[in-house]
């Protein structure tokens, strides 16, 4: 097909304002977002009432992964804060949560099975729609969710925006391409790197009923919080088949498959995020607001509060996409829809065995931009 070519210069301009509309994007979508999708993963542990907390020995609520000293057979220590005990439980609402976020981060496809050719580059700026199983109790491990009132109207789904660059080579393979971009999530301080690099088995044959076939491998880290390492790896498998329409534009349909491995490490939590540890360190004789008023022998007892979820294994996912993409000239659309049946790994590194208890997942995706 023949495409309008630009005058000299003119691609380079595009370029530019191509990635500035894509930084726009995604630092704009930052600007504007509130904390309720932020990671909060104390909110993953049920609260009882606590001993004695605050002036005045007013009772409150604290975690109840929590083990204190029994006064009855250690008076001495009081209620000292003696640990974290994490059950199964406690690990599968981790692991569950972590299953969803990690399909809600990992790369899309957005591209069909054809390469951008050895000299091809593309530009783009994406928008993603992902649904959750909000009304689960693992999602109580955000900060817009209240453990203490289940009843709260809960986000049903998770927005993304970001900035992707594509660019076809024929090194270090023929018909071979790579991708890397970052993708804000909306409602939260957390935003996402990504990459990936296909490389197309059959390509360009459009003349023929053989479809074009490729292999991707993808990668994706979550950012901006101290709560988890994140990190999505994926290996994708697709079909596509370019039709032209008039002479002067192109549709390619697409459908994929792909596995994730969703690799999540704990960050350190601290179970009695209201009590003020260095003041009770200061001052263990007189407890601030917030801390046990049963006075702890050790002035460090509140350290003993902090925690981490055991590390278990990756987690695996499967994602059905089927999608397609339309060019015209430079300038091209591409619509996607991804399904996630319900994931159901074990982890076999802990005694207390965590299940991946999340459910299906479907997500929604547009994006738009330069192919040159």
């Known amino acids: 097909m023949a495409f309008y070519r630009a005058r000299p ?15 726009a994007l995604v630092v704009g979508a930052g600007a504007a977002r509130a904390d309720r ?31 204190r000293n029994d006064p009855a057979t250690s008076p001495a220590n009081g209620r000292d804060i003696l640990g974290v005990s994490l059950n199964g439980d406690a690990q599968t609402r981790f692991r569950s949560l972590m299953s969803e976020l990690g399909v809600v981060i990992a ?46 109207q809960r986000d049903s789904y998770i927005t993304t925006v970001g900035g992707f660059v594509r660019k076809g080579l024929w090194l270090p393979l023929p018909a071979f391409e790579f991708g890397a971009g970052a993708m804000s999530i909306l409602g939260s301080h957390m935003y996402v790197v990504q990459g990936y690099a296909k490389i197309a088995l059959q ?15 993808s990668a ?22 370019a039709f032209g329409i008039a002479g002067t534009a192109r549709i390619e349909p697409f459908v994929g498959w792909n596995i994730l491995f969703i690799d999540a490490q704990s960050g350190v939590i601290d179970a009695t995020p209201g009590c003020d540890g260095v003041a009770l360190a200061a001052n263990p004789t007189s407890p601030p607001a917030g801390c046990s008023m049963a006075a702890p022998v050790n002035r460090f007892n509140d350290l003993n509060a902090n925690f981490t979820f055991p590390q278990q294994d990756v987690i695996t996912r499967q994602r ?15 619509g996607e829809f ?7 790994s074990v982890d076999s590194k802990q005694p207390a065995a965590a299940r991946d208890t999340s459910g299906t997942q479907q997500s929604y995706a547009l994006s738009a931009g330069f192919d040159f």
């Open 220 to 241: 994706s880290q979550l950012l901006g919080t101290d709560q988890v390492d994140l990190n999505v790896y994926g290996i994708d498998v697709l079909l596509s088949k």
């Open 9 to 23: 210069g003119a691609h380079r301009r595009v370029v530019a304002a191509a990635v500035a509309a894509g930084w």
């Open 320 to 334: 059905w996409s089927v999608g397609f993409k339309l060019k015209m000239s430079v300038l091209f659309l591409v």
């Open 338 to 344: 991804d399904l996630a049946p319900a994931g159901h």
């Open 203 to 217: 390509e360009g044959f459009h003349g023929w009923a053989l479809p074009s076939f490729a292999v991707r491998g």
């Open 37 to 67: 999708n932020d990671l909060q993963l104390l909110g993953l542990c049920a609260p009882h009432a606590a001993p004695g907390i605050g002036a005045g020995g007013a009772a409150a609520q604290e975690c109840s992964w929590i083990q």
């Open 107 to 152: 790369p899309r496809l957005q591209t069909p099975a054809d390469t951008l050719g050895y000299a091809g580059f593309q530009f783009s700026a994406e928008l993603g729609v992902t649904k959750i199983n909000s009304g689960r109790d693992y999602w109580n491990g955000v900060a817009g969710q209240n453990p203490a009132n289940p009843a709260i």
